[in-house]
């Protein structure tokens, strides 16, 4: 497939919307965490309850981190270390009210790491993201135990898995 003139976004540069269930969508974070390269920039976006955590936690699951991964909420970012030797950076920007810096959280370090970075309500890091990244839609979809997921590679972030 090619992107040019023809409206069709290349493979390699989108996957193709699909409904998954929950074991699909844990299935395939599972294999983007085993395998992805770093740094790696994953934004996930999507309402609340649309699986955002349930994708952040399968990828650091599938990239080694062995030890509980609770919602980051209240302190924004939480680190781990993963067993394929890097960092896991899982992010949640939801309680960041308009207006809040983010430059306190360590942004810079996570722009700089070398790691996995998660990051859920990506959308209130404006533009202070890399432009290397994967961004992932997460919705609801025709019945309670699927979901819509669409993802697209940004710039020269590391190539998609498919689903
Ligand atoms: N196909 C599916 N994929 C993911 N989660 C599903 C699916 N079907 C049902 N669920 C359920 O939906 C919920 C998703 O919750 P999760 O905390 O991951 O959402 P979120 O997008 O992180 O929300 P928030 O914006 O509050 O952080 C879980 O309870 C999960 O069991
Ligand atoms: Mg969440």
Avoid at 6 to 14: K, L, M, P, T, W
Avoid at 15 to 40: I, K, M, Q, Y
Avoid at 88 to 101: C, I, M, T, W
Avoid at 136 to 143: A, H, I, K, P, Q
Wanted: charge should be neutral.
């Amino acid at each position: 497939m090619t992107t040019e003139g023809s409206g069709i976004v290349a493979e390699r540069d989108a996957l193709a919307p699909r409904s998954l269930t929950e074991a699909e969508l844990v299935g395939w974070g599972r294999r983007v965490g085993a395998e992805v390269p770093v740094p790696c920039w994953i934004a996930l976006h999507g309402p609340l309850g649309a699986g955002k955590s349930v994708l952040a936690r399968a990828i650091a699951r599938g990239a080694g981190v062995a030890q509980r991964i609770p919602s980051p909420s209240f302190t924004l970012v939480q680190r781990y270390r993963s067993e394929r030797g890097f960092e896991v950076y899982h992010v949640d920007l939801f309680r960041l009210r308009p207006g809040d810096a983010i430059a306190p959280l360590g942004w810079e370090e996570l722009l700089q790491a070398p790691a996995l970075v998660l990051l859920e309500w990506a959308n209130r890091a404006g533009d202070q993201q890399p432009e290397a990244r994967w961004e992932v839609m997460l919705n609801y979809g025709d019945s309670p135990d699927v979901r819509e997921a669409r993802v697209r590679r940004m710039g020269t972030a590391p190539e998609l898995l498919a689903w």
